[in-house]
């Protein structure tokens, strides 16, 4: 039995590395890294009893619409040993990614016994362009660790049928399970394994020749299969649930049957041509209104005219069955079929089937080429070339994740979005350029008026410039699409304060946190707005709410200091506007509170002290 070669598994670390090295210099995107690391309290705490319980409850499905356990506990042990370095997690998906790798290519042998075929599936796993998101993206740190368990999987079950030793099958259905708690992407494995068992296992006993291992009836490898099929089941639910409780799932309303069903069969073949010709890739393909029936048709011609190829040839080439149904099959939990979000498809999505279609193109070139060493020169040399173009190919459009108005520019360009305009408008926004974002929102709403993000980002760059009307205006539109939008009621809430109506700031405050009841910003200004209607009991629930959501809340001490002021509790205030004054030093008005709490307390020292700073600098620092 042939073994990888150390040569192979030492050129595949280190195109690898070429390729995505650069990535080490990149940030964290505007685009589910802040539902992931930079705006989640659970990952920011790092490796807890708290943060692992949040993790594995079923609430955590809030912040991205996905119970996966494992991958919340990844990016806590990033922050717990790195803080909230982006280079770090860069590298740590890096490696992972490097690790997938090296066991496809481990697998792949063990498997087929041909060492050389399996070096160039793996090589164009490594350096696909299409794989890029996968790697580059922190918060598809989801791809990589379920690949990873899932290869882990694979190899223990080869071990199983090789030595029938219980254990290693216990050890395969760990694996799958710990798979499917970092995505559940790989729930057609046990489908895969019966593939696998047909060609290169050659362990079904009616198709196949004979090979080394003892071939058993369909129905016994099936029944093998069992403990697969069950994990399967459960996490089905638990996807479909997850998703559902997140507001993922888009309905039948949003996305009808046939629209579903026609986006299937063109992403079939979309993939298929992004794998052969993998230009132009963008972070987001919008899901267009309307879906035209003549493409759909095509690709159904085209996939049904392959399918029956395949097993047309199952018995002569075995390896091009397996590899299409490895294909068709590991793409259906995201084919669209069952829609989660609003894109069409997603480069992200390949990240494991594409393995199929380069089996079966390999393998039956490897055929081709068989006996004739004129075509093994030629396919040495074509082979080299697809390698180096591959190789540039990945690492420039790694290039574009280097920031998000990079990313979004280059969407924007190649794929028309919404999403791009807006994300592109968030960031000319945070620049302060309220002129050029507010363009974008537009755009974005002639592209899609229905977008929830674009007319909540739009109504808070016309409230920013002095137009609360119109802000007001594209909040409630952003509800009426989307009753489940908290961040268009607190949005609300801040317009009305702003106008003085605090009577209606309450009201769409509490209504906003009826759909997320712990964010902290919004039990601040709740609480802050109960403090300036005198509600002063109120105020002090819901500020010290914030605190305990989030203990680094400057405004929430700020305000809550004012509370207890108030009410009379100066050591509690004063504790309140320290806190303050740690992070805004210049905050000239708590020094004044803390000078006259000072003096009613009767420490002078101190009450001069802060007098004195209030009165150092006129220049005012808002706490």
Known sequence: MKSPSPLAAATLTAVTIFVFAPTLGHGFINYDDGAYVTENTHVLDGLSWETISWAFSFSSTEATSNWHPLTWLSHMADVSLFGENPSRMHLVNLFLHLANVLLLYAALVKMTHKVWPSFFVAIVFAIHPLHVESVVWISERKDLLSTFFVLLAILSHLHFTIGNLIRWQVAAVVFFILSLMSKQMYVTLPFLLLLLDYWPLNRLETFTQAGILPQKSLRTLIIEKLPFFFVTVVFCVVAFSGQSHGGAVGSLEDYSIPQRSLNALTSYTGYIWQTLWPMNLAVFYPYPKELPWLPAMISLLILTTI??????????????????????????????????????????????????????????????????????????????????????????????????????????????????????????????????????????????PDYVSAHSSLGNTYLAQGEPQKAIRHFERAIKLDPSYAEAQYNLGITYSWRGDLEKS??????????????????ANLGTTYLMIKQDSEALVHLQKAIEIDPDLVEAHFALGNVLSSLKKNSDAIKHFEIVLKTRPNANEVHRELARLYTEEGNTQLATTHRELAEKDPAEEQP
């Open 307 to 448: 399918t029956l190829g395949v097993i047309e040839l199952r018995t002569r080439h075995p390896y091009v069955m397996i590899g299409w149904f490895w294909y068709l099959g590991t793409l259906v939990p995201v084919i669209g079929l069952v829609q989660i979000g609003r894109q069409r498809m997603a480069d992200r999505y390949m990240y494991f089937p594409m393995i199929g279609l380069l089996i079966a193109v390999v393998w039956l070139v490897l055929k081709w080429a068989k006996d004739q060493q004129s075509r093994h020169e030629i396919l040495k040399i074509v082979g080299v070339v697809i390698v180096v173009g591959l190789a540039f190919l990945a690492r420039n459009q790694s290039s574009y994740w280097k920031d998000s108005v990079t990313l979004f520019t280059h969407a924007a360009e190649v794929s028309e979005s919404s999403l791009a305009s807006t994300k592109l408008g968030y960031e000319q926004a945070q620049l302060g350029e309220l002129d050029a974002a507010r363009k974008l929102f537009l755009h974005a709403l002639q592209l899609d």
């Open 506 to 523: 309450v009201k769409h405050y509490n209504l906003a946190l009826k759909i997320d009841p712990n964010n902290a910003n919004i039990h």
